[in-house]
C-alpha cells in the first residue's frame, strides 16, 4: 500500500456521462491465441500476461510508473477453511512497478507480484479497512478479475493470433449511476475467445477511451508474439492515443 499511487488517474477529469459509470465488452480469439502464445514462451500465466498488459498501457496513459489493482482472490488455500460452506473471496492488493526492457520483462515481473497478492489476500477485513482509512493513504478504486475456469482457451479457433484479428468485436455491456471502482478490467467465462471487460468512471475514463483500451491490449500482445515490444517504445504503436 506504501507503494501505490495516491490516486491512478492523477488531476485528470471530464464532464462525465449519463449514467456515469459506464462498461464495455470485447470479444477476442486473436488476444486468447496471443495471450496463450506468450504466457508459455514467458513462463508465466495467461492472467499474468492480461494483467501486464493492462498495468503497461494504463501507466503509458496515466504516467505513473507503479500501478496498484485490487484483485478478487479465491483464497480458499487455509487448511481450517476447506470444510466451510460459502464463499471465501477477499480483496488482494497487486502493485506492478513497471520496469525498464520490454513487454516480456513487465510480464514477469506482474507474475511475481500476483503471486504475492494472491498469498497475502487473507487478513483481518476490519484491521485491513482501519489501514486504507489512516490519513494519505492511496486510492485503491481499480480492480482487476480473471473469473475464467480454465487456465488458456481450450476451445478458441486454430491460427496465428494477427490473422484472427478480423473476428474481434467490441460492445456496449452496461451503465449505471453509482458504482464503487474507478476502474474494473474482468474477463469472461467463454472458453472459445478472450472476453474482456471495462468499466470505467467516465469522469476519468471516457466510453470511447475505455474501448481504445481494450483494443490496445489486443494490440499490444497480438504485436509481442512477433517482436520483443519495448516498454518504450509503445508509444510508437500508436495504440493508446484515444485513451489520453
Known amino acids: 500500500m506504501d507503494r501505490a499511487p495516491a490516486t491512478l488517474f492523477g488531476e485528470r477529469k471530464q464532464e462525465p456521462e ?33 494483467v501486464a498488459a493492462t498495468a503497461v498501457l494504463l501507466g503509458e496513459m496515466t504516467g505513473q510508473r507503479d500501478i496498484a489493482l485490487q484483485f478478487i ?4 488455500h487455509d487448511p481450517r477453511m476447506r470444510a466451510m460452506v460459502g464463499t471465501a473471496v ?18 514477469r515481473a506482474a507474475h511475481a507480484s500476483a ?38 482457451w481450450p476451445n478458441r479457433p486454430r491460427g496465428h493470433p494477427a490473422e484472427l484479428t478480423g473476428r474481434t468485436r467490441t460492445f456496449h455491456a452496461g451503465a449505471w449511476d453509482e458504482v464503487d471502482a474507478s476502474f474494473f478490467l474482468s474477463t469472461g467465462p467463454a472458453t472459445d475467445t478472450c472476453q474482456l471487460y471495462l468499466l470505467t ?10 474501448e481504445a483500451m481494450l483494443r490496445a491490449i489486443e494490440t499490444l ?11 518504450a517504445g509503445i508509444g510508437g504503436l500508436g495504440i493508446y492515443e484515444e485513451t489520453r
Open 73 to 76: 482472490v479465491g483464497n480458499r
Open 18 to 50: 449519463r449514467p456515469r459509470f459506464v462498461k464495455v465488452g470485447m470479444e477476442s480469439a486473436a488476444l486468447a491465441a496471443a495471450a496463450e502464445i506468450l504466457a508459455a514462451r514467458w513462463a508465466v500465466s495467461t492472467t499474468s500476461v492480461l
Open 90 to 107: 477477499q480483496d488482494g492488493l497487486f502493485v506492478l512497478a513497471i520496469p525498464d526492457g520490454h513487454v516480456a520483462d513487465a510480464a
Open 115 to 152: 503471486m504475492a497478492a494472491y498469498r497475502h489476500a487473507h487478513y483481518d477485513p476490519a484491521e485491513q479497512r482501519a489501514l486504507r482509512d489512516e490519513p494519505g493513504r492511496p486510492d485503491l478504486s481499480a480492480y482487476f478479475n480473471d473469473v475464467r475456469s480454465f487456465p488458456g
Open 221 to 231: 500482445l497480438v504485436t509481442s508474439v512477433t517482436r520483443d515490444v519495448p516498454l
Open 201 to 210: 468512471d467516465t469522469a476519468r475514463l471516457s466510453r470511447a477511451a475505455a
